[in-house]
């Protein structure tokens, strides 16, 4: 317990120290940064004195790793996270953009089975439907996290990995790239692993371009989240009640798909299911101003918290794609009402 506790004082007074400290260049004397250098030309042959050269322009900057430890999905409630995503806005120009790209999102549509609502919501939480792409340059973001953020290093260094083969294989300059302070790329905001693993060559151009081609934005979102289990023509989310005596046994904070349809309408929770009570499902505990506010995910409410692990983002999306898909029934309405036949 005690070498826990220590370790634990380590890791927070290294953070603290790096907070106080401007953006520094990484020193690639490092033993971990030597260590790294040495497994990407033993493993993909890559050239040592090159790879040093780039990993030292990188700065390591204190600002990405304030950015990852409160990010909004862990620091606010829901009724909190909600209008950021959920505003007139957004949702106006999410109609734009369904509007603008009509073709992509269909043909996206239908090679994934993902209805286009969906792939528009998550362009406009992620980037604002592509304008906000991020301003960290990537190689900074991924060389900060990798070398400098103890509690998840293991994962961005491999996520660095991942990001200096995809510059490489599609001949990208890694020094100019930019995205978030997690590294994510491009308007779907794609890890380099997720671009490598999931991007698709939508428009077949011969190349992938996650920044500023369409077809290839809207078919990689509708891939990724195809091939991450997605259920065409399945609900999503479902509103709910619980009985007040049952409140106190159920748990709405668990992002595991671990309870069906039938078993949460066996332990006291309402809702209007379509799908067959052996259908996986999850109970959402919605945090509003007057309390806990239930709800029931299915299997493609799970599918979109693997694109971002939070319940709060899965319903922004959620509530974000029904918004615009009625707005845009709305402005297709209005035609057809301005030239119907009075009676």
């Known amino acids: 317990m005690r070498t826990t506790i220590a370790a634990g004082l380590a890791v927070c007074t290294a953070l603290l120290l790096l907070r106080a400290d401007p953006a520094s260049g990484l020193d690639i004397r490092r033993a971990e940064v030597k260590e790294f250098i040495a497994h990407m030309e033993g493993a993909y042959g890559f050239k040592k004195r090159a790879l040093r050269k780039l990993l030292k322009s990188a700065d390591s900057q204190p600002a990405i790793i304030d950015a990852m430890s409160k990010p ?22 999410g109609t734009e953009f369904w509007i603008a790209h009509r073709q992509a999102l269909d043909e996206a549509s239908i090679k994934s089975g993902v209805a286009p609502e969906y792939l528009a919501a998550i362009l406009g939480v992620e980037t604002y439907y592509g304008r906000l792409t991020g301003t960290y340059r990537v190689l900074d973001a991924l060389v900060t996290l990798s070398f400098d953020y103890p509690p998840r290093e293991k994962f961005f260094r491999e996520e660095l990995e991942q990001f200096l083969l995809l510059t490489r294989d599609a001949h990208l300059d890694p020094k100019t790239l930019k995205g978030s302070y997690a590294g994510a790329m491009g308007a779907p905001q794609f890890m380099p692993s997720n671009y490598r693993r999931y991007a698709v060559d939508a428009d077949a151009n011969g190349r992938i371009d996650l920044w500023n081609d369409w077809p290839d934005v809207c078919g990689s979102v509708g891939n990724y989240l195809k091939e991450h289990g997605w259920n065409a023509g399945e609900p999503v989310l479902d509103e709910a009640t619980v009985l007040p005596e049952k409140a106190g046994d159920l748990d709405g904070r668990k992002l595991v798909l671990s309870e069906t349809v039938g078993s949460l309408a066996a332990k006291g929770v309402s809702f209007d299911a379509t799908l067959p009570p052996e259908a996986p499902a999850i109970l959402i505990a919605a945090d509003e101003p007057d309390g806990v506010h239930w709800r029931v995910g299915y299997n493609n409410f799970f599918v979109i918290t693997r694109y971002n692990h939070s319940p709060l983002y899965a319903m922004a999306v959620f509530e974000l794609a029904a918004a615009v898909k009625q707005r845009m029934l709305a402005n297709e309405a209005e035609p057809l009402a301005a030239t119907a036949t009075p009676p």
């Open 72 to 93: 909004a999905e862990k620091a606010k409630l829901w009724y909190e996270y909600r209008p950021i995503f959920l505003n007139e806005r957004r949702i106006r120009e």
